[in-house]
């Protein structure tokens, strides 16, 4: 038997359990006195804990919030019984919380959060107990079904690193992408949901820069002319090509100008939506003596090189050149790598500079990242404009917001010795000059 | 019987008695690395992240301590257990 029991405010459960999982989905940190062993456990909101037992244990659990006032306080505990019938999956308590959990967590992570968890106690099995709750969420009202879509969509993204960050598109000609940072399961269907195709083409393209020149493949077509199957499409399912490589951008087109919508969560093994026509070039010349910084969030994934193209550059006499210098520092503003290029008249616009890091950085989740760029011992009166930076060779995602901290002064020759000194945030991707 | 507590960096050992299941909570500032002295098995437990063993078929008895990757004051391993 499940049962379970969401607290808004500090309470006690009893429970006995074989298996239980215990969420704190929201609000501020529960302490957790099982009275058992007296002993305490501290729960951040969004975590969760679960325990297994191969016997049955009784408890009770007393819930504490750290801040009682605040309203998103809920810790949820669910638990499985191996004392009754097996499974034991209750359906009542999927249509009483779960579906009705929906309406409130459908838009964001919240409810993908909360949904993981349920499948990491019950199995995947639960999945076939939401096509038989599915005829029960129309007794909810108004948008019941777009519930039962999002969610079910919500619940093929099941990368836990990975917040909901899907595509929506409707009668504009948009594009919108994303970057390959892990392959994907070619085994594990993706959706297209709420596919409305009116005229026109629907693109799914892989994409991957190499050299200078764009290689680009359409693995999936939705041809209003051709395919009446892709019309009016609830949930169309798709499989990510096994082939896509890491650093590979996966671009999904609507060229249709006509009121199309689609929605297309974030495939697994993908992260984030990027706007390739965001320009990442700065417009404005550096000055000598002067370092920039921009603080980005990088995706969680293995880098291998960054690379910086120089943009705009112009005049660079034969007896004019400068050291450009640029450096990545981690969060905690630890020099991960840098590099030092001599500008000359042998450089010209465009060019490229690819650093390979001494190590692979291998982030685990998006990272904050802090790009360093300057000029020192300029000699001549060109001009310098930066600058474009890549990773694994491929463009950079957008990230929601910027930073960049400014320094007066030369950028030192030892970069290690770089640190924050000014934050201002800013919204443009832009590098500033002082 | 669920057990819990916290390991840091001043308290980074913890004898399991009996343990049926093990749940470890990396909640601190920075990669834990977790050594188990029975076998020397060590694991590395990302920030924000958490392992979960068992349930145990039979009680589960061991000392393991935990390292940080980083010299944090918030560095913090949570456990729970049941007996």
Redesign the interface.
Known sequence: MIEARILNTNGLVSVSFNEILIVNSGGTEATLEFASSSDTFELRGKSKISLDSSTSLSDDIQVTFVDQNNPANEVQILWVDGVGPSPGIDTNFLNNNLIQDADRFHTGEGFNFFWENIREIFGDDVTSLFEQSRRSISGLGGNSNDQYKQFFELSNNSDESQSFVGVQGNNDDSAQSFMVVKKGDPNIEQTLNRVYLNSGLLQLFAQSIIGNLLNKEAFLNLDAQTGEAFLKADILRINIPSSLEVGQVLTLTNNTNKENRYQFPTPLGIFEVFDFNNPRDATQNLVDDRFYVIKRTVPAGLYENFEWWVSGLSGVGPAESCQYRVGIYGSNEILLESATVQIDQSITAGTRFQVAFSSVQRFRRPTDLFFVIGTNDYVGSFTVQSIDSRFNSSQFPTSEGYYFVQSSGPLPNDLSTVTKIVTNQCFYQKIYKI | ??????LNTTNNTITLTNA??L?L?N?GSSEAIVLFDSSGDTIEI?????I?L????SSFTDTISVSFS?NFSENSL?Y???Q
Not at chain 2, 1 to 6: F, N, T
Not at chain 2, 46 to 50: K, L
């Open positions: 019987m669920i057990k819990a507590g916290e049926k299941s749940n909570v909640s990302a920030r924000d992240n958490s979960k068992g349930a145990f078929d980083g949570q729970i257990y049941t």
